[in-house]
């Protein structure tokens, strides 16, 4: 079972839950954190995003002189941000 699921998704192991626990002094209360970063190359090394994931800002437009905003990376401060 194992090999079928590191066949399925061969980089699950970036999304390692981790446990913590926080005591006010009144009661102790236990949450799950992951990795912000290995959810992000997670996410990164996925084939069925990578025909989707945008890395650069676009300017497209609906007609001659109106601009389309229909996608976050079309946005105007994405251009004025990116470095």
């Known amino acids: 079972m194992q090999q ?3 066949v399925l998704d061969p980089f699950r192991d970036y999304l390692v839950r981790t ?4 005591n006010d002094g009144r009661h102790m209360t236990s ?7 290995d959810c992000i190359h997670y996410l ?3 084939v069925a995003y990578r025909s989707t994931i945008v890395y650069e800002p676009i300017w497209e437009y609906k007609s001659s002189e109106e ?3 229909s996608e976050m ?3 105007d401060w994405w251009w004025e941000t990116q470095v």
């Open 4 to 6: 079928h699921l590191d």
């Open 19 to 22: 446990k913590a626990e926080i």
């Open 31 to 37: 949450f799950y954190y992951q990795n912000i970063i």
């Open 44 to 46: 990164i090394c996925q």
């Open 67 to 69: 601009q389309s905003y």
């Open 73 to 75: 990376h079309m946005a």
